[in-house]
């Protein structure tokens, strides 16, 4: 790719990344077939993982499987819990292990990763009340620990209405919010969405949206549409990413409604930066943004 703007470390991921997928067209596919292809590609970008001080794994009251992630220097602090990307219908905690790593070894959080249902199979508000289930069994047995929320992707789009519905019984305790290159607007005149949507930097804009026609057509689903308060919020967006403005879109929108919101630009990163960590340094560089951000709140 000639494009001057991206990072020599992201060209490289999004070659190494278009090299590891199978010919013909995925979302075709039978949905099986979608997610089987998806995890195998994820496996080149998982090997040697970051170590951590320990892991957990178990299931919750909500039958929601978890994998906890222990610090090697663990400091009493909050709980950061993790919703992974994958447009809503793909993903599991091993394709999105490698993130929850890099958030756990650079943010310096104990980290518990959700592994919540999918679309099209479950529909939107049933995915969004299993994770706010989850999440407050996660606080009800950890009682008086403050717990933040971060997601990448789809997964920030959930955390975004996760965080709406746990405010008004978590209040204080529900420490920050967190999204990286989020699916915050269901825009796709944006000037990004033109700009960035041709498939070279990844995530395309058809694919887009037919991941928005997987999840539901009611506009509740729309992060642009919510009202209900929410806790600070970080939100990072990628310069080459076809979602990107909806970042800039949705955090103004925070900023507008008083909520104490930080937006910032990953320059020269395209869309899923994050779980490709192997290659790219600036994962870290992002993780522990994440980790200093959250620090100030507590």
């Known amino acids: 790719m000639s494009d001057a703007r991206l990072d020599p470390e992201m060209a490289e991921a999004l070659r190494l990344n278009a090299g590891l997928q199978p010919p013909g067209d995925r979302d075709a596919m039978p949905m099986a077939e979608q997610r089987r292809i998806f995890s195998e590609t994820r496996v080149f970008w998982n090997e040697s993982p970051l170590p951590v001080g320990g892991l957990a794994e178990g299931r919750l009251r909500t039958s929601i499987a978890y994998r906890r992630y222990l610090p ?141 026609s997987h999840l539901s057509a009611d506009s509740e689903a729309d992060p642009l549409s919510l009202d209900s308060e929410l806790p600070p919020t970080l939100v990072v967006a990628a310069e080459l990413d076809l979602l990107r403005d909806s970042s800039y879109l949705f955090a103004a929108g925070l900023v507008c409604r008083g909520v104490l919101t930080v937006c910032e630009t990953q320059t020269g990163m395209a869309h899923a930066f994050m779980g490709y960590g192997r290659t790219i340094g600036r994962v870290a560089q992002c993780a522990r943004r994440v980790g200093t951000f959250l620090r100030q709140l507590d």
């Open 72 to 212: 090697k220097h663990a400091e009493p602090g909050p709980l950061l819990v993790y919703l992974h990307g994958g447009g809503w219908v793909v993903g599991t905690l091993d394709t999105h292990d490698c993130v929850a790593r890099n958030l756990c070894r650079h943010a310096g959080f104990e980290v518990c990763s959700l592994d919540y249902p999918l679309a099209p199979e479950t529909f939107f508000e049933q995915i969004v009340d299993a994770i706010v289930r989850s999440v407050a069994d996660l606080a009800m047995i950890e009682p008086g620990r403050r717990i933040a929320l971060c997601g990448d992707s789809a997964g920030a789009h959930l955390a975004v209405f996760a965080a709406a519905r746990l405010m008004p019984e978590l209040g204080e305790r529900l420490l920050g919010l967190v999204s990286v290159y989020g699916v915050l607007a269901r825009r796709d005149d944006l000037p990004s969405f033109a700009a960035f949507g041709d498939g070279r930097y990844g995530l395309s804009s058809e694919r887009m949206r037919l991941y928005w």
